[in-house]
Structures are given as C-alpha cells and as structure tokens.
C-alpha cells in the first residue's frame, strides 16, 4: 500500500511563509476528503484544514483563516497547504491524513474520521 507522505517543512521567521505539499495514498479513487492536523509539543493534536476530493468543500480553523490556503492539483493529486504570516503558536509536526469516508457522522475537523496519515513534517517558525 502507498503510504501518504507529507514534505515542505522547515525553519523559517515570523510573518514569513511555507508551502507545505502531501502525495495521498495509491486509491485515489476512494478518497472523500483530505486534510491537514498538527500537534505542537506537549499539545493535542488539532485540525488545520480540509478539502473534499472533488474541491467543492473547504474548512479550516479559525487559528489559521485568511493566513492558510488549503488547495488541490488535479494533475498531479497533490495537496498543497500555502502558510503565510506565519507565527511562533504555528510551530507543530503538519500531519496529512486521507479518509474515504463521506460522513461518518462526523465533520472534517474530526481526526477520528481519517484512516490514512502520513509521518508529518516539521515546521518551526522562529521569533
């Protein structure tokens, strides 16, 4: 099985930006929706943003609204997180997790609805 794997983290100043980009799993053809988690150190894991297979919903947290830009490219099936205005409280491990579900009773937001998760990536943004 194809595993999801996220890349694009790094070290970088506040205010400043990172493209973060995550390939899904090989069944493309099953995925409902994707989305983006982190979890900062000594902290619980949080929802960043979603995106259904087909483009049509987006979600993010309000932590991260009007700095953060969920998108997908259909030619390649890559999703792409765009950070900007980044600040020190944005410093986590960036999961990218994949679900086939389409409702589950649960929303987007929700972690417990995702089945497939990649490894994270680092982003540490200094002050």
């Known amino acids: 099985q194809v595993p999801v794997v996220e890349s694009g983290g790094g070290l970088v100043q506040t205010g400043g930006f990172l493209r973060l980009s995550c390939a899904p799993s090989?069944?493309?053809?099953?995925?409902?929706?994707m989305s983006w988690f982190r979890q900062a150190p000594g902290k619980e894991r949080e929802f960043v943003a979603a995106?259904?297979?087909?483009?049509?919903?987006?979600d993010y947290a309000d932590s991260v609204k009007g700095r953060f830009t969920i998108t997908r490219d259909t030619s390649n099936n890559t999703i792409y997180l765009q950070m900007t205005k980044l600040k020190p409280e944005d410093t986590a491990v960036y999961y990218c997790?994949?679900?086939?579900?389409?409702?589950?009773?649960?929303?987007?937001?929700?972690?417990?609805?995702?089945?497939?998760w990649g490894q994270g990536t680092q982003v540490i943004v200094s002050s």
């Open positions: 995106i259904s297979w087909s483009g049509a919903t987006i």
């Open positions: 090989g069944r493309t053809w099953s995925i409902y929706a």
């Open positions: 997790a994949e679900t086939a579900a389409q409702s589950m009773g649960r929303p987007l937001s929700d972690f417990r609805r995702y089945g497939q």
